[in-house]
């Protein structure tokens, strides 16, 4: 059997009690990202099938939802926070900095999936805007400067 299949059945077994009459596409790829923590390609397939929908709708669903994630953990993930009180302090120049210096977008991961940038939500610490989550670290303030120390130090810790 190859690795495929195993995954296949695995995803079968993982979703038997979702029924296409519940149109609970949402619910079933949280099933699957909470065994794997990532949603592998194969489960679209699977997913599509179980809930008698088209792939294509399955793909939209998890790459419009941002809690998604289309790629293993990374053994470092650096959240960028998207809200308010960070982008009245320069959050973009500090984001436009993480994708420039990682050569990657938000939900990605490094070829050598050592480090990953994903997209989040204000936690309550806005006194350190604009600011990033090293592995759920605080980091903050930062300016577009400290953005690429921040990210030169990650890379050569990793
Ligand atoms: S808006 Fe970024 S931590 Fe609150």
């Given at each position: 059997m190859?690795?495929?299949?195993?995954a296949t059945l695995e995803i079968q077994h993982l979703l038997r009690d979702f029924r296409p009459q519940d149109g609970?596409?949402?619910?079933?790829?949280?099933?699957?990202?909470?065994?794997?923590?990532?949603?592998?390609?194969?489960?679209?397939?699977?997913?599509?099938?179980?809930?008698?929908?088209?792939?294509?709708?399955?793909?939209?669903?998890?790459?419009?939802?941002?809690?998604?994630?289309?790629?293993p953990s990374p053994a470092t993930l650096v959240g960028w926070c998207s809200g308010p009180a960070c982008r009245l302090k320069g959050s973009e120049g500090v984001r436009r900095m993480l994708e420039s210096r990682l050569g990657i977008t938000f939900g990605e991961n490094t070829g050598d999936n050592k480090l990953g940038l994903h997209f989040a939500q204000c936690n309550g610490t806005c006194e350190y805007a604009p600011q990033v989550w090293v592995n759920g670290e605080v980091v903050g303030p930062l300016t577009a400067a400290s953005t690429s120390d921040l990210v030169q130090k990650l890379k050569d810790e990793a």
């Open positions: 190859t690795v495929d299949n195993e609970d596409l949402l619910g079933a790829l949280h099933a699957v990202q909470h065994r794997y923590g990532y949603i592998p390609r194969i489960a679209f397939r699977v997913v599509a099938r179980q809930l008698r929908l088209s792939e294509a709708k399955v793909y939209g669903a998890a790459t419009f939802y941002s809690e998604f994630r289309l790629t």
